[in-house]
């Protein structure tokens, strides 16, 4: 390996905004955004090496790092990867060149200040997902918040104070919780490496009490119902941009935080409360999205859609099989995707008549046909359609659910039905039928910069769907080295907490 991968994946894209932040100017536009496109790529190209030089047979850690940071707290600024982490980043790092070209003509002030939380978010994001030293991710979790924090706080909607503050409480009292959990690992092993903190023997009671810390944290962040109530908020007063990195990676975080920490610390605690969870995921799967079948603006259909879909996430997980586990990878792929191009695409149409209403539209197909077929194609692959990536982890999930218990793969199934219900629902109002009235009659098709991005999530979606091969071999041998992880008890006989 040349060069430290993982830090200049992490450093450069903050380096970029930071430079971006520096030189760029609303009276210097057309160059702001070609610097930070250029940092864009040139963060998204240093993040490939990750997937060409992986080593799928390796199930450790890959591309680590590891230098003395605090030393007197044994706090080492440490780097690694395995087959959770590395589809996670790539993502992040393609989702922001996307996010910069969305954002080319619609952000017209503030224009560096916008771009540079993004290049800045990305790089943090990387970091939560190559972190091995407990605080070096409690650092990048907790800083990763501010840019979002200002992207909504400064080009949200109306109510985009009340937003914020909701995300932000949210997520920060989680975290706290989070942190009395990583203190009392410390405690027990004088280190805050993660790999320290697998190997650390607990009694029940501890590894249920630290589960459910990382909980408090990690359920917020996906969100798992009935801790989902700032994800809608935070969508329908986010601009494009911030609503498409929340839901395409932002939400992915929780669960792989899940896979990192609070399975492999307390594994006989995840199981003990492994049915607790898998009935908040059938609930998420199921109530959540009833809730988004009566919902009238899109961005907050789609927002509890992505609820639903998430529940399928931690579904995976918890059913404790390969089939399951590897399921719910390939949906937080899937996911981050096509929510990415769900909200790009009301993103076009709000950007032309200003609003977000359903019942604003009607007809649109005649007056963007191009349009209506990129969105028809995401609304079908949103709705669970074969051959699209979204058919593929919902389908290994309720395979792997009903090796099981039939009963979890019925519930889990009924996804195929009201996912159909409220996605077609959508459909049929906004883009079929007649014109609804003189701003559809208006309306422009796609312009090559938009139609470039939907050309480039529509070949994901389609191309992961017929052929979702790189990610599973990718996730593979991890998952059996993590199941076999879990499945190894780690009590303590007599201990207290």
Known sequence: MAYPILSVSIWLPILAGVIVLLLGDDRRACFTRWLALAGGLMAFLVTLPLYTQFNYADTGFQFQELSNWIPAFNIFYHLGVDGFAVPLILLTSLTTVIVIIAAWEVIEKNIAQYMACFLIMSGLMIGVFSALDAILYYVFWEAMLIPMFLVIGMWGGPNRVYATIKFFLYTLLGSLLMLVAFIYLFHQTGSFAISDFYQVPLDLNAQKLIFLAFFAAFAVKIPMWPVHTWLPDAHVEAPTGGSVVLAAIMLKLGGYSFLRFAMPIAPDGAHALGGMMITLSLIAIVYIALVALVQKD???LIAYSSISH?????????IFNPLGLEGGMVQMISHGFISAAMFLCVGVLYDRVHSREI???????NT???FAAFAVLFAMANSGLPATSGFVGEFMVILGS??????YA???ATTLIFGAAYTLWMVKRVFFGGIANHHVAELKDLNKREFLILSVLALLVIGFGIYPKPITDMTHATALQFLQHMATPKLLPQAGF
């Open 298 to 300: 899109m961005k907050k």
């Open 310 to 318: 998430m529940g399928f996430v931690t579904l995976g997980f918890f």
């Open 359 to 365: 019942s604003a539209y009607g007809g649109v197909v």
């Open 368 to 370: 963007m046909p191009i």
């Open 402 to 407: 009903l090796q099981l218990n039939f009963w």
């Open 410 to 412: 019925f519930l889990a």
